[in-house]
Nanobody, 123 residues
Framework: QIKPAQSGGGSVQVGGSLRLSCEVV????MGWIRQARGQGREVIAV???????NYDDSVKGRFTVSLDSAKNTLYLDMNNVQPEDTGRYYC?????????????????????WGLGTEVTVSS
């Protein structure tokens, strides 16, 4: 299975913005998962094949997930970033669709993962 190719990330100051990109083979559910150092994986945003999106409360109103169908690229636009947004961000694809496409479904149903990209928010 082809791994999604991620780009973006880096260091940003509190209150700043950042865009993450992920070239994908589109699936039924595409998501962004965050893992802070020493913590578990946290699904923060998902994009369903019909355009429906869902966000974790920690990023709602600040982050936006979108898909450019022409480029087969999934984006995560991060605005007003905070120190707690620091972590490694993965994009992941669920091609099977056996699980619901919400942040509450967890990360285990995603079968294809990018390598991740680091985001560091500093004050």
């Amino acid at each position: 299975q082809i791994k999604p190719a991620q780009s973006g990330g880096g260091s940003v100051q509190v209150g700043g913005s950042l865009r993450l990109s992920c070239e994908v083979v589109r699936g039924r559910c595409m998501g962004w998962i965050r893992q802070a150092r020493g913590q578990g994986r946290e699904v923060i945003a998902v994009y369903e094949f019909d355009g429906t999106t869902n966000y974790d409360d920690s990023v709602k109103g600040r982050f936006t997930v979108s898909l450019d169908s022409a480029k087969n690229t999934l984006y995560l636009d991060m605005n007003n970033v905070q120190p707690e947004d620091t972590g490694r961000y993965y994009c992941a694809i669920d091609h099977q669709g056996y699980s619901s496409c919400t942040v509450y479904a967890g990360a285990d149903h995603f079968g294809s993962w990018g390598l991740g990209t680091e985001v560091t928010v500093s004050s």
